[in-house]
DNA sequence: CTAAGAGCTGACGCTGACGTCAGAGGCAAG
DNA sequence: CTTGCCTCTGACGTCAGCGTCAGCTCTTAG
């Protein structure tokens, strides 16, 4: 059982925003008698997890709906319909994001081309 | 030229969001004596890359930056160096995105699965 | 025992890309 | 000429994921 500090050093995540995980219902914690929170070890994977939703473009309220089964691997026909829909989502993302980067690849092929012939402005 | 509503509509960005472009200095506009906006056709596409920046994570700042070495395709060392460094951040969020995927992909697969063989909880 | 360093609960601040509203002026059609 | 839609410039509102500060309590090393 570790408390606050030790869990956000293990996560690289800060306190603040691990309380505000469990004002979103993302994250529960036992409290010791003095109101302190206390977490057991598992508590790092699914802040990592959390983590990695967020950076998927999941909202808080997406996740909260979702997290449980993405732990247990549970599911309803809802929630796989909007798993599904989120999945859909991300890889939708995916393709755009690849789309810019090869756009930016070929500015920066063409640049260093340009460095190397001595021809800037052909 | 076209004027702002229409730019809107051939876009599907909102008037508000293309005044908000213009205040940024990412997109220029030739006035009427009365102050309208107008604007060029080739300045479709232009809005067009900048909500496709703008998706991929940059920031007004950055896009206002690249913009100019992105159509023309003339850069700077220093303006390469900012390429490059956007390139990879868009490439390792690529790689989060898929990871994210994958693993929403095999829960998807699993719970499929479960409901096939008829064993929610196995 | 005591001082310092966690932790706690509000509660306000911040940032960026717009939404929205107010009040006023522009423009083609009938 | 006027009606109705478009456009203009401020300027304030929004939303999410925290940052930050205040004032207080808890815990623990010495």
Redesign the interface.
């Known amino acids: 059982m570790m408390r606050i500090g030790e869990l956000a050093a293990k996560t690289g995540v800060s306190v603040r925003a691990l309380r505000y995980y469990e004002e979103q219902h993302l994250l529960g914690s036992e409290r010791s008698t003095s109101g302190q929170r206390h977490y057991a070890d598992n508590a790092v994977d699914r802040v990592l997890l959390i983590q990695?939703?967020y950076?998927?473009g999941l909202s808080s309220r997406s996740i909260v709906e979702l997290l449980p089964?993405?732990v247990t691997?549970?599911?309803t026909p809802e929630l796989?319909e909007r798993?599904?829909a989120?999945?859909d989502r991300?890889?939708r993302?995916?393709h755009?994001?690849?789309?810019?980067?090869d756009?930016?690849?070929t500015?920066?092929t063409?640049?260093?081309t340009?460095f190397r012939t001595g021809r800037?402005?052909d």
């Open positions: 990695q939703l950076a998927a089964c993405v691997g549970e599911v796989l798993l599904s989120e999945r991300i890889d993302q995916i755009m994001l690849t789309d810019t980067r756009r930016l690849d500015i920066i063409q640049a260093t340009t800037p402005c």
